[in-house]
């Protein structure tokens, strides 16, 4: 078929019509046994060579139980790591720390639905022989802070598909070749308008689904589902890539879309766990078919087993005519006697052991020991066809050693180890696809605030970390996520990782520390081994960060200058010397200068008294002088005026003398002042120098001391 012609019946409804109908024929026996299995591990299944007083021991269901307590141990924890364990790739490490932390919390969530998946889907590997899940972008649009719509929050949910809802493209061998796959779903009539839209939803058949309307039973339901429902096939086509959604009976598709989450595998689901496959096809054969004649046969020796146990009790016969007989068994209580009638007669005929008789049950016995000797080795047999050793169902002989029993539990082990790497692929492929849908379709901002890795001391090389994420070609080649273990975890196996590392590390240090005090050089190449070492172990991402930091601050620390030698004791005590000499003159200079400043004070307080008292002296005979003056005058004037002009002239000559007399005394006494006040500022002239002297004398003090 030319290539447009096969893309144009890819959107045509007969095509996916011929193309379903093709792939569920060669799933149809699996189902079929898948539906034997699941009624076979619910004990609904009745035996042809059983009679209907069945009692079957029912080992399947108790192996199915053990084997899921073992595979699926601990809620699963995804590892995200660089793929090459390179110390110095810091960015891809906070990338991987990033996505694990991102990952980790959606499992935690107790709305995820990843944990629910994975039980479910490891019931469906174990019991009919297929498990799968798909994961799907699911953003939550809403008003933004400006009106407008945006994305509030992103998720990426895992879905479980029912082993019996899951389909593919028929004749593939491998999984490289499947061409598409269909999940088939089940939606109400308001589902189907909202999706496709009024005038598609009335075209659906919609109905109440029971298991009896399904071919091989989809739900397994015991009641009737009140709610109307149609088929729905949701189609991905690698070949186009697009998905199709069609349902049986209706002429036209019901609606189709483009490639919405780019993966590079374009399946939104992984490669799905398929019991006991081989290279001729990928349709897959449950685990009881290979046992389940060993099933049946050892229910059928229970039953009989059962059945002997029954009849194996105290029954016989006795003589009616002895009533004392009847009544030993029927009335008679401890220490009690029953009287007989006729005691001669009854003693003739031999007493009690002549008038009954038991059943003989010894045969009956041996059959039943027989049966169970038969049971316990078909039982034996069985634990050696399916792998459950006695070591791995907990029973053990204690007549072996301890090196027998880990030889056994090493090779009883084998096959249960390769079932759990297949469980823990399955479950790291899963995440692989919810990690590509998260960096293809997340918002960076998302991711930072789900991995907190800003409160961490990565968060400089968060924004690196993101770019890498964003970049899935670059990214591949620098970030892997590997199987997480989701088994039992051996925790004595894991301490004794753990103490034998700190061990090591302890004598690493001891080595070490010799070296890094003779030369502090080698400090970042000794934190650079002991990190490599580190990195290693799972879940040292985190304990890196601080040997990142570390090592830098060390480098930092090293790229400084080095401090000076240390002092020469002698020049320090004679610099201490020196600073106590220099203190001690600045003390006596400043008690010096405080005691001249306070003489200095005193004596200017004696001048200025002294002055005034000159002043006020001056003062009082100057008025003195006036007065007498005045006084003399008068005295003249009257005189002149009774006297002659002689008397006059002698007055005024006397009162010249008087006048000359006065001012000379006068101009005396101001000498005299002025010679005082000469006297004082040389005085305060003298003290300056004499304390100047006193502080070049205490400044010269310090010089010395340091060149002695």
Known sequence: MPAKEKSE??????????????????????????????????????????????????LFHSNVITLRSMLYGQTPKVDVSRRYEDSQDDVSRVASEIMERCLNNDIQFTDDSFTEALRSCLDDYLLPGLGQAKVRYEPIIGPGPDGQEMVISETAPVDYIHW???????????????????????????????????????????????????????????DKDTEEQAEVYEIWCKTSKHIYWWSKGVE???????????????????????????????VPKAEYTFAQDLYIQIDILNTRVMTLAKAIKVVGVYDKTSTGVQRMLSEATENELIPVDNWAAFAEKGGIKGQIDWMPIEEIAAVMQQLIAVRDQTIQLLYQTTGMSDILRGSTDPRETKGA???????????????????????????????????????????????????????????????LLKDPKTMI??????????????????????????????????????????????????????????????????????????????????????????PDPKVEAMKMKAQLDQQKAQQDMQQSQMQFQQEMQQSQQKFQMEMQQMQQQFQMKLMELKVTMETKNEVARVDAQMNSEQRRAEVMADAARTQVSTEAEVQKHAMSLAAEEQRHAMGIEKEAVSVQAAKDKAKAAPKNGAAK
């Open 405 to 467: 029993q880990e030889l056994k539990s090493k090779f009883a082990s084998v096959r249960i180890q390769a079932m759990q790497d297949l469980f823990a692929a399955f479950a790291s492929d899963l995440q692989k696809i919810k990690a590509e849908i998260m960096v293809r379709h997340f918002q960076p901002q998302t991711m930072l605030n789900q991995s907190n890795i800003m409160q961490t001391p990565d968060a400089q090389l968060a924004e690196q970390a993101i770019v």
């Open 9 to 58: 019946n890819l959107g045509k409804a007969e095509y996916w019509h011929d193309e379903i109908a093709a792939g569920e024929k060669a799933l149809e026996k699996f189902r079929k046994q898948g539906k034997k299995v699941m009624d076979k591990f619910l004990d609904k299944i009745e035996d042809s060579d059983i009679s209907n007083s069945r009692q079957p021991l029912n």
């Open 164 to 222: 019996n809802d899951f389909c593919w493209s028929p004749g593939a061998r491998r999984w490289g070749e499947v061409r598409w796959v269909s999940f088939r779903t089940f939606v109400s009539k308001e589902e189907a308008t909202a999706k496709w839209g009024e005038k598609v939803a009335k075209t659906l058949n919609y109905k109440n689904r029971t298991p009896k309307d399904e071919a091989v039973g989809a739900t397994f339901q015991d």
């Open 477 to 566: 080649w620098r970030v892997q996520i590997r199987p997480e273990s989701v088994a039992m975890v051996d925790y004595a196996q894991l301490k004794s990782e753990r103490m034998e590392y700190i061990m090591g590390l302890s004598q690493f240090m001891q080595s070490a520390a010799p070296l890094a005090e003779q030369d502090k050089s080698v400090m970042p190449t000794l934190m650079e081994m002991l990190k490599w070492g580190l990195s290693g172990f799972k879940g040292s991402q985190q304990i890196e960060g601080v040997l990142d930091k570390a090592i830098s601050d060390v480098q930092q620390r090293l790229q400084q200058p080095p401090p000076p030698p240390p």
């Open 252 to 282: 036209d598709l019901l609606g189709k879309k483009a490639d919405p989450l780019g993966l590079h595998t374009f399946f939104p689901c992984p490669c799905p766990m398929l019991a006991n496959i081989t290279t001729m096809s990928l």
